[in-house]
């Protein structure tokens, strides 16, 4: 069975920079998992989650978070899955706030953490698909594709 990928956020409210995540995906013909999962207010689903993760064919999990983000480091914590953090700007630090904190976990727990809001969102999916492509032979050349398709629609001159 094709490895899937969890996404999990912090909040309801941070869809809109995680569907970028799932969009990459998708356009790769990876499936997803997408949950609204605290590591703050709602601890015990995240913990339900891991238990049945890699039984559940979950192969690399996302986790977008804003603020003082810790749902990265605690998923981390939790699982051996890879775990690709992304900072969200939802916060009045526009998102350096979730930056430092995801980034700079202590040594032994590594979290790959990614650029703040949608593009690092982007960026994290097609991680996610590089880590599954490794070992699945169609998501690699969906990548191949995928890159071939970008540069052909890099324009070599501005006009
Ligand atoms: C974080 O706090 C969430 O990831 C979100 O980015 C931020 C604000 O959450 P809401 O108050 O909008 O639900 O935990």
Known sequence: MAKRVGIL??????????????????????ETDVRVISAHRTPERLVR?????????????ICGAGMSAHLAGVTAAHTLLPVLGVPIDS??????????S???????????????GRSGAKNAGLFAAAILGAS???VR????????DQASKVPDRPF
């Open 9 to 30: 956020m912090g909040s309801a409210n941070d869809w809109d920079v995680m569907e970028c995540a799932r969009d990459a995906l998708k356009q790769l013909g990876v």
């Open 136 to 138: 699945d032979p169609e």
């Open 91 to 100: 916060s009045p630090l526009n998102g350096l706030d979730a930056l430092l």
């Open 49 to 61: 989650f891991l238990e049945t993760a890699e039984a559940e064919d979950i192969g690399v999990v």
């Open 141 to 148: 050349k969906r990548l191949v594709k995928f890159r071939e």
């Open 102 to 116: 995801t980034v700079q976990m202590p040594g032994g727990i590594p979290v790959a953490t990614f650029g703040i």
